[in-house]
Antibody
């Protein structure tokens, strides 16, 4: 059974940092592109970042230079290092698997990041 | 960016009725559009991909159509678990984007 379990969210002050993790199981993690998608409370979905099987990385403009996505295939883990956090980054962050048909076929349960003083 | 506009924002129907949800793109996305259902407190779930293909395990009451800029998700006969928020997503133009959602509520 495919499972994605996020962790690392919490309350952080503006300008602070957090590192999110996503533990994957039930599939060959190294064979899939992985993404982070966020959702502000009561709002819609917003793609944040992606990492390919070869380690190529992509970011939405509003987080470029502040967030870093990475993966550790030996540990079946995906990460999102978030620096210089802003109030607008407050959201539930989901990790999601990019399927072979190039859609999100599995999602984690999400981890809440709150940026507030 | 490619903007996706979903309508209506809220749709009030009764179980057993037919639901028709719309998604309009600001530029052509060909057939590179998907639909997701999100129940309260849960992550989204893929329903339809490539505009008209049902994802694994999705019942036949869900169908998708359209291409270019206009897309439709149809639920032929609503079940209680279908009352949720639905999002469309495009991946034709970078960055991939989502619509703002349609809330399907019980009338």
């Amino acid at each position: 059974e495919v499972q994605l379990v996020e962790s690392g969210g919490g309350l952080v002050q503006p300008g602070g940092s957090l590192r999110l993790s996503c533990a994957a199981s039930g599939f060959t993690f190294s064979s899939y592109d992985m993404h982070w998608v966020r959702q502000a409370t009561g709002k819609g979905l917003e793609w944040v970042s992606a990492i390919g099987v070869g380690g190529d990385t992509y970011y939405i403009g509003s987080v470029k230079g502040r967030f870093t996505i990475s993966r550790e295939n030996a540990k079946n883990s995906l990460y999102l290092q978030m620096n210089s956090l802003k109030a607008g980054d407050t959201a539930i962050y989901y990790c999601a698997r990019w399927s072979s048909s190039r859609w999100y076929d599995y999602w984690g349960q999400g981890t809440l990041v709150t940026v507030s003083s | 960016d490619t903007f996706l506009t979903q309508s209506p924002a809220t749709l009030s129907l009764s179980p057993g009725e037919r639901a028709t949800l719309s998604c309009r793109a600001s530029q052509s996305v060909s057939s590179s559009l998907a639909w997701y259902r999100q129940k309260p407190g849960q992550a989204p779930r893929l329903l339809i991909y490539d505009a008209s293909n049902r994802a694994t395990g999705i019942p036949a009451r869900f169908s998708g159509s359209g291409s270019g800029t206009d897309f439709t998700l149809t639920i032929s006969s609503l079940e209680p678990e279908d009352f949720a928020v639905y999002y469309c997503q495009q991946r034709s133009n970078w960055p991939e984007t989502f619509g703002q959602g349609t809330k399907l509520e019980i009338k």
